[in-house]
Nanobody, 124 residues
């Protein structure tokens, strides 16, 4: 299995930017489809974006399209989420996740490995 550690969260004003990172270790990083999810208090975990290992094709939730960009550096075993034009409704704990199986990329239950999460708070 792969171990995941997120970093880069924090407090930012609306309209600002943050870049989250997720460092992977253990199994070869290129074996995994990677994704970001988020969970706000009292809400279910929500898909944000995913990226394949091959060709690095990406998929994003409608709520973040045009604002968030997922990317990966396979040489550094690191996943990124560049978040621009942040809104208060983006406030949540952000988790990176990994799966070896191409199934339903937006379903949290299809991912095998999870990081501990990093808090993102956007003030209005």
């Amino acid at each position: 299995q792969v171990q995941l550690v997120e970093s880069g969260g924090g407090l930012v004003q609306a309209g600002g930017s943050l870049r989250l990172s997720c460092a992977a270790s253990g199994d070869p990083f290129t074996n995994y489809i990677m994704a970001w999810f988020r969970q706000a208090p009292g809400k279910e975990r929500e898909f944000v974006a995913a990226i394949l290992a091959i060709a690095e094709r990406t998929y994003s939730a409608e709520s973040v399209k045009g604002r968030f960009t997922i990317s990966r550096d396979n040489a550094k075993n690191t996943l990124y989420l560049q978040m621009n034009n942040l809104k208060p409704e983006d406030t949540a704990v952000y988790y990176c996740a990994a799966t070896r199986t191409y199934t339903r990329l937006s379903k949290a239950t299809d991912y095998d490995s999870w990081g501990q999460g990093t808090q993102v708070t956007v003030s209005s």
